[in-house]
């Protein structure tokens, strides 16, 4: 049974930092291109960040560029998102998603709640 199953949420003080983790579990991972997307209340999900199945190239929305950084540990069957310098509009439930040929996201995590007080 394939699984993503995301940690390290949590509520955190404007301007705190946050690692959330995406663990995969029933198949190997290390050809999927890795993303993390989010959704805040009454808003449609959202991108948020991906990385290559390389770990050589990564791609980030506009709105985390320069405070957000993902990162793969295809040993561990793993990938990060290391969140800094966040902002109250961070607030969201934030999901894990695996990409295993490149025509769309094809297996999802359950979601992991970050809320971030002003």
Do not use: H
Not at 18 to 37: E, I, K, P, Q
């Amino acid at each position: 049974q394939v699984q993503l199953v995301e940690s390290g949420g949590g509520l955190v003080q404007a301007g705190g930092s946050l690692r959330l983790s995406c663990a995969a579990s029933g198949r190997t991972f290390s050809s999927d291109a890795m993303g993390w997307f989010r959704q805040a209340p009454g808003k449609e999900r959202e991108f948020v960040a991906a990385i290559s199945w390389s770990g050589g190239s990564t791609y980030y929305a506009d709105s985390v560029k320069g405070r957000f950084t993902i990162s793969r540990d295809d040993a561990e069957n793993t990938v990060y998102l290391q969140m800094n310098s966040l902002k109250p509009e961070d607030t969201a439930v934030y999901y894990c998603a695996a990409d295993k040929d490149q025509e769309g996201w094809d297996y999802w995590g359950q979601g992991t709640q970050v809320t971030v007080s002003s």
